[in-house]
């Protein structure tokens, strides 16, 4: 009578686990989707943008109907001067798509600087707390009490308009270069966990480096909770550190699902890899 043979497991050598550091730009991703956003909102708005000259005069009549009067010729001559007084007009004058809603121009800049200032000050432990709450609490107490439009009135009305073409512009634009930076550039510089093993890549176009994985210790870094925790999606910063003689120290940012590819590695490191003949 045969038995067959036991199952092995599959060698520990086999299995590797890379980690890939990120740039900064990668949490520039809210930016381009709302610039998306504001722009379908622009286009389902269908207004249209009309520059006139400072001289123009502007008059309503009884029925509720606007007259628009702007001289033509000198220095505030613009298209829709000749367009009104052209017999007849082969072209849309009025191309320019715009939202009249001026709280979504103001809402993308806000964004934009806040995403900005987030991946440039780091903001860990507390103080990311702190700063979370402040804004939170202070947006809602301001939209609750109604001063957004006496705060615009005392800036001088600002009103932010930004126009279809300038929303997708943006977006397309930051969209491209997020990607491109995503999944080519920020692939080049990484990190290979195996068992026993460490190897590392910082520069594009480098070689690999090797280094025994034999008392390594890894560190992950207090989280910043905009960075990491909102933009990041669960995204961390990871610090190893070699031993013997010539250790190193490497540091590797914006590590995407940290978390479990810590545990992963750690699990590694404690298994004995396996040897065949």
Request: proline share 4%; net charge neutral; with cysteine.
């Amino acid at each position: 009578m045969s038995t067959a043979p036991p199952t092995r497991p599959a060698p520990l050598a086999d299995k590797e686990i890379r980690i890939y550091g990120h740039t900064k730009l990668f949490y520039w991703w809210p930016v381009w989707l709302t610039a998306f956003i504001f722009a379908a909102i622009t286009y389902f708005d269908g207004q249209r943008l009309a520059i006139v000259p400072s001289s123009t005069d502007i008059a309503r009549t009884d029925n509720k109907d606007y007259i628009i009067t702007a001289k033509t010729g000198g220095r505030g001559s613009t298209e829709l001067d000749h367009a009104y007084h052209r017999q007849e007009i082969k072209e849309d004058p009025f191309k320019v798509r715009i939202s009249p809603r001026h709280s979504i121009g103001a809402v993308f800049v806000i964004i934009l600087l806040l995403v900005i200032v987030i991946t440039n000050v780091p903001l860990r432990g507390l103080w990311s707390v702190i700063v979370i709450i402040t804004l939170g609490l202070g947006t809602i107490i301001i939209s609750l009490a109604g001063w957004w439009d006496a705060i615009f009135k005392a800036l001088g009305d600002l009103h932010i308009h930004i126009n279809l073409a300038g929303y997708l512009f943006i977006g397309v634009g930051l969209l491209v270069i997020w990607i491109f930076t995503m999944y080519f550039f920020d692939r080049q510089i990484y990190m290979v966990f195996t068992p026993g093993q460490l190897k590392v890549c910082l520069e594009i176009g480098g070689g690999e480096t090797a280094y025994d994985t034999q008392g390594m210790v890894l560190q992950r870094q207090r989280d910043d909770m905009f960075r990491h925790w909102i933009l990041g999606l669960g995204s961390g910063d990871l610090i190893v550190r070699t031993s013997g003689a010539h250790s190193h120290e490497f540091h590797m940012e914006n590590v995407l699902n940290i978390s479990s590819k810590l545990h992963a590695i750690e699990d590694m490191m404690r298994d004995k890899p396996i040897v065949t003949s």
